[in-house]
């Protein structure tokens, strides 16, 4: 609405004269000439840039076009990536057995809502490519004579922990809205490279992109461009803390057997805590599953060696192993854990009772097959952002933080923050403040940080704890601290409610 | 460290705003010098500087205007929840100073005037506003008897917030708003409020604490509910339609609504047809 193509030819003296004459003008017209720049280039303005059109950018343009207070802002978001067809879900409709992408996330329930906020879920919903996740089976290497699953996380029906979606479905049923709403221009292959943040509010923010002569200017630019963010180092006071775990996450899609008497087959998530790194299986349908294999750099590269029967068979070593069962030390770290469980159910009697009474004898899953070229790893690590936000500047997603996989929350995290700033941006544009009103900013910093800190910290803790190699602690210690954290979980129900309120993202 | 920031900041910014101030409407003030400062718009419109407390009432005095006209059903129903609020509403602030709460009220396409005693406040105003685009904004380096003069009865609202209890006299100050509004057009206030309490939190805990530098408020200008509402009520031609208790954070830096007045608080009253 606001767009206007301004065009600055003359020197910055002429420049100064223009706006004296319009200040004086009787009807109070103002152009755009906050930012007066020693260069002069063509500059285009939009109300919102957003840099980076992955699922937490594209959520972000989705839902700002939707804001009541919002409408009519002029919204830019820049993907450094092409347009892909895999965002067609025409042709995902049409050929209903294609397969399975590689890459697929556990959608929370509080993300869930988001999506359907913005009109996305019902596309998925559509296509039938979400499919919900009943029951989360955690079992650890070292289970040692108890053996099997030693852990059942069971959410109700109606109050499924998570969905799991490819990110090519989310991506497409969010473009598919961006392409709907007329005031979000995408440009595809546009890699912002350079900004000019402001120090003052008067002035509006630059963004450059690689080898384009147009510049734009905003009044609030958001980075949602992963975890690399170029927005994030052009923060001023930024500090940022991350360090690389090493390990990598190695995906595939997979063919499982499944026991046919499973009250909840193809709706079980299994995570196993093995040896070099958790192994989680999230469920697409019946027989196939997506696999997230976290493991160390030298067995990833191993791993990327072998013929898909190889890596079947190391996939099938790797879930039933049952390395140190032997080993006298780590049964008596088993037996601690086992008293340790009485204790606690004789304090923590709770309405599931039942659910901790069931006998759980549930056997890992079978894998058979793998889907042709959907083998890939990624590297993994930490991150966090000091500053969230600055002047006319804001992160969401992976760009303000990055964590583990082994708890399907990063993308969670992100579409949370899309809401909270949202919601703040929401607030105060209705209050006449400025679209980067720095007050709403620091709320959104405020609420997003209290929310994600905890999370971070907590499976960072947990990555730590089962963190596959720690030579410094000798592993019946491990063992026993894996095997208490994860009896703790099953008996205590208070725990576990906590657990799998947080994992699906609701306020407790 | 986080915290010794902050008394700086606020205890310069209550410096800053008594200095702007003071000076205030030239009739009814016995004018002060104006301190120059340096740098002077860095501090009005550094939102996360010394004025942040003028800049993070924003939303609660904006919101306590837009809903003191929907109530008086000045608010165009289909503007009614958009950022459209305050379309066609001829708006007066009084005491503008730099444009903190005039711009936002422009923002939301209030027709909105500021005035202000100060010429140099007027410049920041002035040069600030050249963010907004298209929206309609005027300011004037008078004072409200100047205003007044040739504006008699030509504004749907008049805001004057937190400039009641640098104003000597009080009496003249509002009559003078008052003349430049239509009937029926409403009058906001925001003020602290001359109690015990407001003694005790700014003048004694805040200047002994060293949060606001001593000297900075004169208590004795401050001005109760209950003698404003009689000023309003019995000179004025005005009715009072609410008064709401306000407090103030420093270390979040948050306002809110209580249920007391003893120590700030937000007036809405409506001249009388
Ligand atoms: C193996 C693995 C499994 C995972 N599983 C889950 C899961 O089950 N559940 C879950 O919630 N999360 C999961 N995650 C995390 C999740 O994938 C990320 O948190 C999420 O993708 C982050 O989204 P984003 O949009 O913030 O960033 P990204 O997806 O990284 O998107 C960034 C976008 O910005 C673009 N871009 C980058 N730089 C620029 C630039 N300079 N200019 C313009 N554009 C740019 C990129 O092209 C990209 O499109 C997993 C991660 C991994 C590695």
């Known amino acids: 609405m606001y767009q206007r193509m301004i065009f600055i030819s003359s020197s910055r003296t002429h420049l100064k004269t223009n706006m004296m004459l319009l200040n004086s003008s009787a009807n109070r017209l103002h152009l755009s000439l906050g930012n007066v720049s020693n260069y002069s280039s063509r500059k285009k303005y939009y109300d919102i840039v957003i840099a980076g059109g992955g699922m937490v950018g594209c959520a972000m343009a989705c839902k700002l076009s939707k804001e009541a207070a919002l409408s009519g802002m002029s919204i830019l978001l820049l993907e450094g990536g092409p347009n892909r067809k895999e965002y067609d879900l025409f042709a995902k409709k049409n050929t209903l057995d294609k397969p399975y992408s590689n890459r697929v996330s556990a959608v929370s329930k509080s993300s869930v809502q988001l999506l359907q906020s913005i009109g996305a879920w019902q596309i998925i919903e559509d296509l039938g490519r979400n499919n919900a996740v009943k029951e989360m089976r955690i079992w650890n290497s070292g289970a040692g004579r108890s053996g099997g699953i030693n852990n059942v996380l069971t959410f109700d029906n109606d109050n499924d922990l998570a969905y799991i979606v490819e990110n090519d479905t989310i991506l497409g049923a969010l473009f598919k809205q961006i392409n709907e709403e ?42 949602s461009d992963g975890y690399g963010s170029k927005v994030r180092s052009a923060i001023s006071g930024q500090q940022y803390i991350g360090w690389e775990y090493s390990q990598r996450a190695v995906v595939a899609t997979l063919h499982i057997q499944s026991d046919e ?12 805590f093995a040896q070099l790194g958790p192994v989680a299986l999230l469920p697409l349908d019946d027989k196939t599953c997506s696999l997230v294999w976290t493991t160390s750099y030298e ?14 068979d190391a996939l099938n070593d790797s879930l039933s192993e049952e390395k140190e069962s032997n080993n006298t030390s780590l049964l008596l770290a088993d037996d601690a854990a086992h008293i340790l469980a009485k204790v606690l159910n004789k304090y923590c009697q709770s309405n599931d009772e039942n659910k901790q009474n069931k006998k759980i004898k549930s056997i890992p899953p079978i894998v058979v097959g793998l889907i042709k070229d959907s083998r890939a790893s990624f590297p993994l690590g930490f991150g966090h952002a000091c500053q969230y936000v600055g002047q006319r500047v804001a992160l969401v997603g992976d760009a303000a933080h990055r964590i583990h996989p082994l708890a399907g929350q990063g993308v969670n995290l992100g579409f949370s923050d899309v809401t909270e700033l949202s919601n703040q941006l929401n607030q105060s544009v209705l209050t006449g403040a400025d679209i980067g009103d720095l007050n709403a900013l620091l709320n959104y910093q405020t609420a997003a940080q209290r929310r994600n800190v905890p999370i971070m910290l907590g499976v960072d803790g947990i990555q730590k704890m089962y963190g596959s190699k720690n030579n410094l602690v000798p592993p019946a210690i491990t063992t026993l601290i894996r095997n208490v954290g994860l009896t703790i979980c099953q008996s205590a129900s208070i725990v576990k409610k906590l657990l799998s309120d947080k994992a699906s993202g609701l306020p407790v | ?27 009814t003030v016995n004018a002060h010098e104006v301190e120059h400062h340096s740098n002077m718009k860095e501090y009005w419109w550094n939102s996360n500087g010394p004025l942040n407390a003028l800049h993070s009432f924003n939303p609660l005095r904006v919101s306590f205007i837009i809903n003191g006209l929907t109530n008086m059903k000045k608010i165009e129903t289909k503007n009614i929840g958009t950022r459209q609020s305050l379309e066609n509403i001829k708006i007066l602030d009084v005491g503008c100073g730099g444009g903190i709460l005039t711009e936002a009220l422009a923002r939301i396409d209030g027709n909105v005037t500021g005035i202000d005693p100060s010429k140099e406040l007027i410049t920041i105003a002035n040069d600030h506003s050249v963010i907004l685009r298209n929206k309609n904004i005027i300011y004037f380096n008078e004072s409200i008897e100047e205003h007044a003069l040739s504006n008699t009865e030509s504004y749907d609202a008049i805001v004057t917030s937190e400039v009641l209890e640098h104003v000597s006299n009080k009496y003249g100050f509002l009559t003078k708003c008052i003349d430049c509004l239509k009937p029926g057009g409403s009058l906001f206030v925001t003020t602290p409020n001359r109690t015990i309490c407001s003694w005790l939190s700014v003048i004694v805990l805040g200047e002994t604490l060293n949060f606001i530098p001593k000297g900075t408020h004169e208590w004795e200008k401050f001005i109760c509910p209950h003698e404003l509402q009689s000023i309003l009520e019995n000179n004025c031609e005005c009715d009072t339609i609410s008064i709401n ?9 948050r306002w809110s609504w209580t249920d007391s007045t003893d120590l700030s608080y937000a007036l809405h009253a409506v001249k009388r047809i």
């Open chain 1, 182 to 223: 007329q005031n979000i221009t995408v440009n595809y292959d546009t890699r912002v490279n350079q900004f000019n943040l402001p120090d003052s509010n008067r002035d509006l923010a630059t963004v450059q992109v690689a080898n384009g002569e147009i510049s734009f200017e905003t009044s609030l630019l958001i980075g």
């Open chain 1, 261 to 272: 008497d499973d009250t909840y087959k193809g709706h079980v998530a299994w995570q196993k």
């Open chain 1, 299 to 312: 067995e990833a590269n191993r791993l990327a060696e072998l013929s898909d029967n190889e890596f079947i």
């Open chain 2, 1 to 27: 460290m986080n915290l010794i920031a902050k008394k700086t900041n606020i205890s310069n910014s209550f410096f800053i705003f008594r200095t702007l101030t003071q000076n205030y409407v030239k009739e």
């Open chain 2, 245 to 253: 208790g306000l407090s103030y954070d420093p270390f979040t830096n």
